[in-house]
């Protein structure tokens, strides 16, 4: 991983880069200049994880094993933050009490890729790609798939 340190303060406009091959839901790249003086290279070995904020300035060199790479992002926030883009928005709570009603709040899921919560997901994930694509201009509109609560793990 590369990382520029302190970009988390600021936000950055984005471009998409739609490519077929890209398992990023918008290929969506910072706008922004960044010179390859301030980044440092965080090398992790296969297993290993990065804990960084949502806005730090984050990529990665090309994979060039046999393997595909995959990205999982955990998004935490407190029940007294709402979402103003999606109507219904859905969260599951972590800990403690939601005293704010923001969220349709979800259940955890019953089992490893259970019936009933495949389809539960299904249908919030739909509802949220109309958000996350919003906007988006590709050649060709991109397969269906489903957003685990970003744009870096997609599962068919």
Known sequence: MRFVAGSHTDWAAHEDHYHPDNMLSRSQEISVKVSE?????????????????????????????????????????TPSMRQINLEGATAMLARGADNYGHFELIDPPTSLFAPEDIARL????????????QDAAYEKEP?????????ELLFP
């Not at 990065?50 to 955990?74: V, Y």
């Not at 919030?124 to 790609?129: C, G, P, R, S, V």
């Not at 397969?143 to 744009?151: A, D, S, Y």
């Open 37 to 77: 003086e301030d980044a440092v290279d965080v090398e992790l070995k296969a297993g290993e994880i990065s804990l960084h904020h949502g806005r730090m300035f984050h990529a990665s060199h090309p994979n060039r094993t046999e393997d595909r790479r995959i990205g999982l992002a955990f998004r935490y926030i």
């Open 143 to 151: 397969e269906p798939c489903f957003i685990l609560r970003t744009n």
């Open 122 to 133: 299904k249908k919030i994930f739909t509802a949220e790609n109309l958000i996350y694509y």
